[in-house]
T-cell receptor, first 115, second 114 residues
Framework: KAGVTQTPRYLIKTRGQQVTLSCSPI?????VSWYQQTPGQGLQFLFE???????NKGNFPGRFSGRQFSNSRSEMNVSTLELGDSALYLC??????????????FGPGTRLLVL | AQSVTQLGSHVSVSEGALVLLRCNYS??????LFWYVQYPNQGLQLLLK??????LVKGINGFEAEFKKSETSFHLTKPSAHMSDAAEYFC????????????FGTGTQLKVEL
């Protein structure tokens, strides 16, 4: 099985722009979660989707949004980019929305640099 | 609310020596606990997890961890370090009903020296 794929792998944007990141989960997985990783704040949960519904949301401003499509692929969008949004954005997929039952598999991440 | 504390942002061991990475958690409900490893420019890989049952959990690459409720700890150990173990290790916690949301510790960078 192919792993979790994230596109693009690297991205450079300027302040004020918006960006869309894509995540394709492992085939058959219906749960997708997003995390932001920065040197200062570490790994922080953004949101989780299961069967096109947002099930969980982290403590991020409304500029951060996401969605999931019927094929389980997910996108996250960040509007009005700020310098502090520079980070590695990780996507994880699982076959179950119950965290104790199935392993979450992480993608390689999208590294976003905001100038 | 749940939280995880990893003691020691950097740990250095000699090849062949015991690896001990510390993790303490705080949770108001029975937690699920995880250890992940991250190699440079890669995502996270699950080493092991504790959900219920046996408190000594064995994972991949010779790692294991023991859930100690009385000490609220979930330390990661490996009897003999290998150069390939050099990476960053993250302890994480989730809870019943919390879905797949993970709360991570700040990570421990493991260095393995010859």
């Amino acid at each position: 099985k192919a792993g979790v794929t994230q596109t693009p792998r690297y991205l450079i944007k300027t302040r004020g722009q918006q960006v869309t990141l894509s995540c394709s989960p492992i085939s058959g997985h219906r749960s997708v979660s997003w995390y932001q990783q920065t040197p200062g704040q570490g790994l922080q949960f953004l949101f989780e989707y299961f069967s096109e519904t947002q099930r969980n949301k982290g403590n991020f401003p409304g500029r951060f949004s996401g969605r999931q499509f019927s094929n389980s692929r997910s996108e996250m969008n960040v509007s009005t980019l700020e310098l502090g949004d520079s980070a590695l954005y990780l996507c994880a997929s699982s076959s179950s929305p119950r965290g104790n039952q199935e392993t979450q598999y992480f993608g390689p991440g999208t590294r976003l640099l905001v100038l | 609310a749940q939280s995880v504390t990893q003691l020691g942002s950097h740990v250095s061991v000699s090849e062949g020596a015991l690896v001990l990475l510390r993790c303490n958690y705080s949770s108001s409900v029975p937690p699920y606990l995880f250890w992940y490893v991250q190699y440079p420019n890669q995502g996270l890989q699950l080493l092991l997890k504790y959900t219920t049952g046996a408190t000594l959990v064995k994972g991949i690459n010779g790692f294991e961890a023991e859930f100690k409720k009385s000490e609220t700890s979930f330390h990661l150990t490996k009897p003999s370090a290998h150069m390939s173990d050099a990476a960053e290790y993250f302890c994480a916690v989730s809870r019943t009903g919390g879905g797949n949301k993970l709360t991570f510790g700040t990570g421990t960078q493991l260095k393995v020296e010859l």
